[in-house]
């Protein structure tokens, strides 16, 4: 792999990042985004400022690389990530020299920061990819082997497939919404006593599931399959994922075929797409998994990622309350193994597919992704800060994922990804 010289932990930005930021120089996420005089166009976050590189296109500073002003003044991220890897990889180490704190050709021309630098708080962020196909996984052991312990036997919580190969399904596409995006509670039918004759109505369990999800540049040609040595080369970047889910639904509904209603009523990614460069020196190696996987699915060198990840409930007009921590590196299929299994029989993907990991429990209880583990089924409910508490998500409340990770003192993270989840609509029968 050629040298990422974006990620030299020594590097300073002459723009002031706040000590906590998620966004420090080291990180430079891509998104869309746009305010309230301007059109859509793609921007790369620094502290709490966004970068236009739309204005710095046609300021010059983009010069010798394959990129044209359509790719950047564009409402999402595919046209750019058209180019590939490489390309990507050279436009993200050239905003870093631009932004770097020894580099005069942006910095002592005030004129020019001026049109390229926006604050955060100014813009509007938008979805950042036009999501092609979207395939959710359900690779966290832990989260698999609660749910097979509540809703199957104890002694066999894991079927027998899922040390083989990691177990995932299609979900739906034009669901998917940005972060702030609010989503009304789904109807639907549920059988919650078994009964001959199902309910109607809007859901008593809706729940989020904490993940994280990677997005696809363009792949190999339909029939061809993509190696877990070749996959790095097509995973652009990740964004937080929340999967909300309707428990209530999905107990009826989802045999034989699996989820169907319970899941395509709405899931909300983080805007600012880390890519899978930034993320490299946060490398970790995944757990020994036994027994042995098939030829097809090893791997070699750490492909996990430490990456502390964070839920917290926000009731209406109250404190946020924490109500998990966990980490990415919990997984036990990486990102390589379950790209090298989804196209192993030759399904092809796409610019701008998500692929998300499945619900990100850890092995401990305060570290489960999903109120179903947290509260246990509803028998444990979780207090929040305004003396309510929860076993699953209410009216008005709002969850917000957040993902940080951290080496050699440098810290980067991923910003919120927060979702609210509104009254029913139209409660008819
Ligand atoms: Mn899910």
């Not at 699953?392 to 810290?411: C, E, K, Y």
Request: some cysteine; overall charge negative; charged content about 20%.
């Amino acid at each position: 792999m050629s040298v990422i010289k974006a990620n030299d932990p020594k590097l300073r930005s002459w723009v002031d990042v706040p000590a906590e930021s998620d966004f420090p120089i080291q990180n430079l996420p891509f998104g869309v985004f746009r305010t309230e005089a301007q059109l859509p166009r793609v921007g790369v976050a620094i502290g709490d400022k966004v970068l236009d590189l739309k204005a710095l296109h046609i300021l010059g500073y983009l010069e010798n690389l394959p990129f044209t002003l359509d790719d950047f003044l564009c409402d999402n991220l595919n046209r750019m990530m058209r180019h590939g890897k490489q390309a990507t990889r050279d436009l993200r180490n050239r905003v870093s020299k631009l932004l770097s704190s020894d580099m005069p050709d942006l910095r002592d021309r005030d004129h020019h920061v001026r049109q390229v630098l926006v604050s955060q708080h100014e813009v509007q962020m938008l979805l950042p990819v036009k999501v092609g196909d979207y395939t959710d996984f359900y690779s966290s052991m832990d989260h698999a082997r609660n749910v097979g312990m509540m809703f199957r036997d104890p002694e066999k919580a894991l079927l027998p497939n899922w040390k083989h190969l990691p177990v995932g399904y299609h979900g739906r596409a034009s669901s998917i919404v940005v972060s702030g995006t609010p989503v009304h509670r789904p109807l639907g039918q549920t059988n919650a006593s078994d009964d001959s004759m199902p309910s109607f109505g809007p859901s008593r369990q809706v729940d989020f599931e904490l993940e994280v999800a990677f997005i696809t540049y363009d792949g190999k040609a339909l029939g061809e399959r993509i190696s877990t040595s070749q996959a790095d080369d097509f995973i652009f970047g990740l964004v937080l994922f929340n999967d909300w889910s309707a428990r209530d639904i999905q107990r009826w509904e989802y045999v034989p075929l699996g989820p169907f209603l319970s899941k395509n009523f709405g899931s909300v990614v983080s805007p600012w797409v880390v890519t899978l460069d930034a993320l490299e020196p946060f490398r970790v190696s995944g757990p020994l998994q036994d027994p042995p996987v098939l030829p097809y699915l090893r791997y070699d060198g750490n492909k996990h990622i430490n990456i502390d990840l964070e839920v917290a409930i926000r009731p209406e007009g109250a404190a946020e309350t924490v109500v998990s921590r966990s980490n990415y590196r919990h997984m036990y299929w990486n990102m390589n193994q379950q790209l090298a299994h989804h196209t192993v029989n030759g399904c092809n993907i796409r610019c701008g597919d998500i692929m998300a990991s499945g619900t990100i429990s850890g092995p401990t209880e305060g570290s489960f992704g999903s109120m179903l583990e947290i509260a246990w089924k509803g028998t444990r409910p979780v207090p929040m800060s305004d003396g309510s508490s929860r076993a699953f998500i209410q009216d008005n409340d709002t969850v917000i994922l957040r993902g940080r990770t951290s080496n050699s003192g440098i810290q980067i993270g991923f910003g919120a990804c927060e979702g609210m989840i509104l009254p029913a609509l139209g409660e008819g029968a």
